[in-house]
Nanobody, 120 residues
Framework: QVQLVESGGGLVQPGGSLRLSCVASGRNFNTDNMGWFRRPPGTDQQFVAS????????AYASSVKGRFTISRDNAKSTMYLQMDSLTPEDTAVYYC?????????????WGQGTQVTVSS
């Protein structure tokens, strides 16, 4: 059974940082692209960032480029999203997903989501 389990969300003040983690099990994602999506309140799901599990090549949404960093640890089957300089517009439920279709297309497997709230 394939499982993606996110953690690391929470409440943070504007300008703060959070690090999300996604642990994958039940399937080998070593040749796939994996990524993060988010769903802000009352809006559609958005692509955030992706990483090619084997090469480490990354892609980012323009709204997070320069502030967020995606990475992975192959040995731990874990993907990370380091989020810096957070703003209230980053408030959303963040989801781990894969294997992606291309660099940004959502794939078959989703985590349960982790809430990120940016507020003073």
């Amino acid at each position: 059974q394939v499982q993606l389990v996110e953690s690391g969300g929470g409440l943070v003040q504007p300008g703060g940082s959070l690090r999300l983690s996604c642990v994958a099990s039940g399937r080998n994602f070593n040749t796939d692209n994996m990524g993060w999506f988010r769903r802000p309140p009352g809006t559609d799901q958005q692509f955030v960032a992706s990483i090619a599990w084997w090469s480490g090549r990354t892609a980012y949404a323009s709204s997070v480029k320069g502030r967020f960093t995606i990475s992975r640890d192959n040995a731990k089957s874990t993907m990370y999203l380091q989020m810096d300089s957070l703003t209230p517009e980053d408030t959303a439920v963040y989801y781990c997903n894969g294997p992606l279709v291309g660099d940004q297309g959502p794939g078959a497997y989703w985590g349960q989501g982790t809430q990120v709230t940016v507020s003073s």
